[in-house]
């Protein structure tokens, strides 16, 4: 294990670094700091053309083949990259559905003719994706998946409701789970279906969630139409590539965040060092526990990046681990302002403006629940790791 970065990959920080400081002057240094959770809604047009202008950078899909487009760039050169992004303040991604889902489950399992279609638009930042997996009675079992699709000559027509689908309101395409075999049940039957977002079976409405923001949608279909080739897979047996996204999700985007990470806990150090809580014993020794929990997770990182093997049992804890140490944080961060953490709000941005550790307090609580949640992550924790019995499944 050598938990050293190259020359090579020092150079290549050193690369990035440059490019995000001069790249987010002028018109784009409104963007610092913005667009991330809990301000997701913030400035689309802005950040639209801000993955533009990363792509004319070469700095989207870092991590996918030359041969796709992509920088190819290592493992560990996508962790650099992600911190250096974090570091330097750039925005939320808008196509981070597009570049880290549906681009590597492409790459993986589409036909040559879906990848000449589909990731040169990713790559040039000009389509936004978002993710329909998630229906009201189905999230953590997602082989309850209601809606269905019917072959209609050269078409997919689609018939359902999704719901806390991301950004579905800025998506140009969707990625959907249906049911296209109509006799199925669980895991077999689905599909894995491209849906362009603008058409008249669409329909979607914003849900306004707890920091203010409306970043997710309920999408509902009503004969929503996509051609027949835009199917991922085999029609009928689409569980393997719906799998193959669900681990990306849990994969790479996620090692680079210690960055982010760190500038939101040096924000609530800077909190209490200016309000006097850093004297308080009990606030001490909750800011040193944070700092250790970080710590914890870059040498995760770093040992899962040293092993290049994000699936061996350790890797499990990385999701859980990091999701629980957030919602802490947020915790922590409100404890630090004390009474100030209920009536603050941010200068000149209107009555109900959160300040950023306000946003991160309301917004952490969902890290425990989107891309697994806590609970699911223990089962497969007990399951992959720990070899107990299968959790029940409704059969
Ligand atoms: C911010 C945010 C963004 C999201 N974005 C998207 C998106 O873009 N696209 C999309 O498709 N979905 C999205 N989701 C949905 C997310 O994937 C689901 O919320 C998640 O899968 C949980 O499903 P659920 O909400 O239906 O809860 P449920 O699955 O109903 O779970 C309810 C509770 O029961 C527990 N539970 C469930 N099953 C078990 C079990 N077997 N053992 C023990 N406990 C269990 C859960 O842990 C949870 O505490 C998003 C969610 C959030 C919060």
């Given at each position: 294990m050598d938990l050293h970065f190259s020359a090579e990959d020092e150079a290549f920080r050193r690369e990035a670094a440059d490019w995000l400081e001069s790249a987010l002057?002028?018109?784009?240094?409104?963007?610092?700091?913005?667009?991330g959770s809990g301000d997701d809604s913030a400035l689309i047009d802005e950040r639209k053309a801000w993955e533009k202008r990363l792509a004319a950078g070469g700095w989207?899909?870092?991590?996918?083949?030359r041969e796709y487009g992509g920088r190819g760039a290592s493992l560990t050169q996508q962790v650099i990259f992600h911190e250096e992004y974090a570091r330097a303040g750039a925005p939320g991604r808008l196509n981070h559905m597009g570049e880290t889902l549906l681009g590597p489950t492409l790459i993986a399992f589409g036909t040559e003719a879906q990848k000449q279609r589909f990731l040169p638009p990713i790559v040039a930042g000009e389509e936004i994706w978002c993710q329909g997996y998630s229906e009201p009675g189905a999230g953590s079992d997602l082989a309850a998946v209601q809606t269905r699709a019917e072959r209609e000559g050269s078409e997919w027509v689609i018939h359902g409701q999704k719901v806390w689908t991301s950004w579905a309101e800025w998506a140009d395409w969707c990625f959907v789970v249906a049911r296209t075999d109509p006799d199925s049940k669980r895991n077999r039957g689905l599909s894995y279906l491209l849906v362009p977002m603008d058409q008249p079976g669409i329909t979607i409405r914003p849900i306004e969630q707890i920091t203010g923001d409306a970043e997710f949608f309920e999408v509902f279909y009503d004969g929503a139409r996509t051609e027949a080739s835009h199917v991922v897979g085999e029609p009928d047996q689409g569980w393997s590539v719906i799998k193959g996204t669900l681990a990306f999700e849990r994969?790479?985007?996620?090692?680079?965040?210690q960055m982010l990470f760190q500038r939101e806990l040096q924000a609530v150090i800077d909190a209490a060092k200016e309000n006097g809580r850093a004297s308080d014993p009990l606030i001490r020794q909750r800011i040193a526990d944070a700092w250790m929990g970080l710590e914890i997770q870059r040498y995760n990182a770093l040992r899962t990046l040293s092993n290049?093997?994000?699936?061996?049992?350790?890797?499990?804890i990385t999701k859980i681990y990091w999701a629980t140490w957030h919602r802490e944080l947020g915790k922590l961060a409100m404890d630090v302002l004390g009474p100030e953490a209920e009536v603050a709000c941010a200068a000149d941005e209107g009555e109900y403006a959160l300040t950023p550790l306000q946003r991160l307090f309301l917004f952490a609580r969902s890290d425990t629940i989107y891309g697994g949640s806590n609970q699911i992550q223990r089962n497969l924790i007990a399951e992959g790791?720990?070899?107990?019995?299968?959790d029940p499944r409704p059969q």
């Open positions: 002057a002028g018109e784009f240094s409104v963007l610092r700091g913005r667009g989207t899909c870092v991590g996918w083949p994969g790479v985007s996620t090692l680079g965040q290049e093997s994000q699936l061996s049992p350790e890797g499990l790791a720990l070899g107990l019995p299968r």
